[in-house]
């Protein structure tokens, strides 16, 4: 089945520690997208990437990092730059970029800084 | 900027009752607008868009949307809810400026839906 699929689901980090979520897509879509979900905030964009190794930050870069060396994959490292990094990670993708079609989207990792 | 807003955080709705979740916006040129839903702990689903044409949209789980120019809204209605209609509701826009392309979210209104 085509998707897109992140992980791990649920990971716990000490503070200090860089962490990095995977998200892998058998779409064959173009274009690809993390979103940060904090409650109350909705969805804030951290970076996305249009094409193979090129990426553009988002909104809320500060303490992040990705790369988009293949077009199926696109990890995002929360470095320990990254000042209150416990939130719901979303990873998305779509066909291609100023498309208007619709994100699709992961199931979503939860991080927690303990 | 473009953005968008849903001004009411939850809405409580009994079954079988029609359902409305608001939503306004702000851009420069013409709207692309959608609207998505999250159960909880999952990613986000695609229920509807508008881009161009009819004011009125058709979207999955029998949810529609009506878009109103003068009014700049783009408001998320049902006939009849249901119970498992419940769920968080996001409103979005297409920023497609300045040889960039995203989507643009609202803060998300909870549905609420009582048997």
């Known amino acids: 089945d085509g998707g897109i699929t992140q992980s791990p689901k649920y990971l716990f980090r000490k503070e200090g520690q860089n962490v990095t979520l995977s998200c892998e897509q058998n779409?064959?879509?173009?274009?690809m997208y993390w979103y940060r979900q904090d409650p109350g905030q909705g969805l804030r964009l951290i970076y996305y990437?249009?094409?193979?190794?090129?990426?553009q930050k988002g909104d809320i870069a500060e303490g992040y990092s990705v790369s988009r060396e293949k077009k199926e994959s696109f990890p995002l490292t929360v470095t320990s730059a990254q000042k209150n990094p416990t939130a719901f990670y979303l990873c998305?993708?779509?066909?291609?970029?100023?498309?208007?079609?619709?994100?699709?989207f992961g199931e979503g990792s939860r991080l927690t800084v303990l | 900027a473009q953005s968008v807003a849903q001004p009411e955080d939850q809405v409580n709705v009994a079954e079988g009752n029609p359902l409305t979740v608001k939503c306004t916006y702000s851009?420069?040129?013409?709207?692309?607008l959608f609207w998505y839903v999250q159960y909880p702990n999952r990613g986000l689903q695609f229920l509807l868009k508008?881009?161009?044409?009819?004011?009125l949209v058709k979207g999955s789980y029998g949810f529609e949307a009506e878009f109103n120019k003068s009014q700049t809204s783009f408001h998320l209605k049902k006939p009849s809810a249901l119970v498992s209609d419940s769920a968080l509701y996001f409103c979005?826009?297409?920023?497609?400026?300045?040889?960039?392309?995203?989507?643009?979210f609202g803060t998300g209104t909870r549905l609420q839906v009582f048997p």
């Open positions: 508008y881009i161009t044409g009819d004011n």
């Open positions: 990437s249009q094409i193979v190794n090129d990426f």
């Open positions: 779409l064959n879509h173009d274009a």
């Open positions: 851009v420069s040129g013409n709207p692309y």
């Open positions: 979005a826009v297409r920023d497609g400026s300045y040889n960039t392309d995203k989507l643009i």
């Open positions: 998305a993708s779509s066909l291609a970029w100023l498309n208007t079609g619709e994100l699709f």
